[in-house]
């Protein structure tokens, strides 16, 4: 497999071209970002992290019959995936409450939600990602009514394996993004990563936080708490 060009770089990834026009390369970056990029620093070893948690967690949903983009990790830092024509509308799976939702809501963080929350935003930094309905999906053409409503399904299974295999290893999860994309054969394939810069984790019994949100609020730690959800996840 030949890695080419360089497609795409954003925040906490590269995405490269291959001689495979349905393959590309997924390259994990130590950058780190928040609020929109307004807050930026370094993880150390963050981008090493992320792709071995990714690649476990998609093998697993895999098992459960969600398909993903993966095709198999290459190194360290890089995961041969298929391609994909994102859908701009990233998916937020809720199971406790915290971070944005609190705040709009007034909410104290930490209460268990009675059921699953899904919420939709549509994908455009400039705008600050801004919270969207099924309506504004379907009208502005960013997905069909198929099409989403086979993407909300997902979103939910994902939550039920990936709640029960976090708690097995004492982690809560807590909220999650995902993203989904068309594949060149049409599929419709979960995609980007899955991992602490995208999900909250909190210790199940002390709720500590082992996510991004350590380096989103000052609180420190932040390499150990990634290096704590690997090694409960992947050794």
Request: net charge negative; proline share 4%; charged share 35%.
């Given at each position: 497999m030949e890695k080419r060009e360089k497609l795409y770089e954003g925040k906490a990834k590269q995405v490269w071209s291959t001689d495979d026009p349905a393959l590309v390369v997924q390259y994990f970056?130590?950058?780190?970002?928040?609020?929109?990029a307004q807050k930026r620093g370094t993880i150390a070893s963050k981008g090493v992290v992320n792709n071995a948690i990714s690649e476990v967690l998609f093998k697993e949903l895999e098992a459960n019959g969600v398909k993903t983009h993966l095709v198999r990790r290459l190194n360290d830092r890089e995961m041969l995936v298929r391609r994909l024509s994102i859908i701009p509308v990233e998916l937020v799976v809720r199971n406790i409450v915290a971070g944005s939702m609190a705040k709009r809501l007034g909410l104290?963080?930490?209460?268990?939600?009675?059921?699953?929350?899904?919420?939709?935003?549509?994908?455009?930094?400039?705008l600050g990602d801004p919270m969207i309905n099924d309506d504004h999906v379907v009208v502005f053409g960013w997905a069909t009514a198929e099409d989403l409503r086979?993407?909300?399904?997902?979103?939910?299974?994902?939550?039920?394996?990936?709640?029960?295999?976090?708690?097995?290893?004492?982690?809560?999860?807590?909220?999650?993004?995902l993203e989904f994309g068309r594949a060149v054969s049409g599929e419709v394939l979960l995609g980007d990563e899955i991992c602490p810069d995208t999900c909250r984790f909190w210790d199940a019994k002390t709720r500590e936080k082992l996510d991004k949100d350590r380096f989103r609020r000052d609180l420190g730690g932040v390499e150990e708490a990634y290096q704590e959800v690997y090694r409960r996840v992947v050794q």
């Open positions: 970056k130590d950058d780190a970002t928040a609020f929109n104290e963080e930490g209460g268990d939600l009675p059921s699953p929350v899904v919420e939709l935003y549509y994908k455009d930094d400039a086979h993407i909300k399904q997902e979103a939910l299974k994902i939550n039920q394996v990936m709640r029960k295999f976090f708690l097995e290893r004492g982690i809560l999860l807590v909220d999650f993004k």
